[in-house]
């Protein structure tokens, strides 16, 4: 049997999140996955060559949801392995809280199907990926914590 290649990678992305009539809600995406079917998931994405994460997670976000944003401040960042392509693979995702100041969800790219607001509370059930419910459960303490707390 043979052994499967080892690599890294890096991408970032955001959580964007707003007030809807007084209720938190954040951005999240739909695709289809030939292995996974469907999965809701967070903005993200790989950098081009000589982006900050920064500036990639800016990109990415702005590209998969059609959102214009700001950073507001750094998250953690999760890890996880896959396969694909005979190597298994150690990713590292960057992750922001970021605010929309601009955009709309209907200008959001071909990588997600459907893009949409969804209560923060309701986003544990809708979230796909363990390490993103958990990254969201962080954000939203510190979005509801205010700015005097992230400085």
């Known amino acids: 049997m043979a052994r499967l290649k080892h690599a890294t990678a890096t991408s970032a992305g955001g959580i964007v999140i707003r007030s ?3 209720v938190p809600h954040l951005v999240a995406g739909r695709r289809r996955r030939a292995r996974d079917g ?3 998931t967070l903005p993200k994405g790989t950098p081009n060559p000589g982006e900050t994460l920064e500036e990639v997670a800016l990109r990415e976000v702005a590209e ?3 959102l214009r944003v700001r950073l507001v401040a750094p998250l953690d960042a999760i890890q996880y392995t896959f396969v694909q392509g005979g190597a298994r693979i ?3 995702v960057h992750f922001w809280l970021m605010e929309p100041v601009g955009g709309d969800l209907a200008g959001h790219d071909h990588e997600f199907d459907e893009v949409r607001w969804v209560a923060l509370a309701d986003a544990p059930a809708l979230l796909t990926f363990e390490t993103e419910r958990a990254l969201v459960e962080r954000a939203a303490a510190l979005a ?3 700015p005097e ?3």
Do not use: N, V
């Open 38 to 40: 469907m999965t809701w």
């Open 90 to 92: 150690h990713k590292t």
């Open 144 to 146: 509801a914590a205010g």
């Open 149 to 151: 707390a992230r400085a």
């Open 64 to 66: 998969e949801t059609g």
């Open 20 to 22: 809807i009539d007084g």
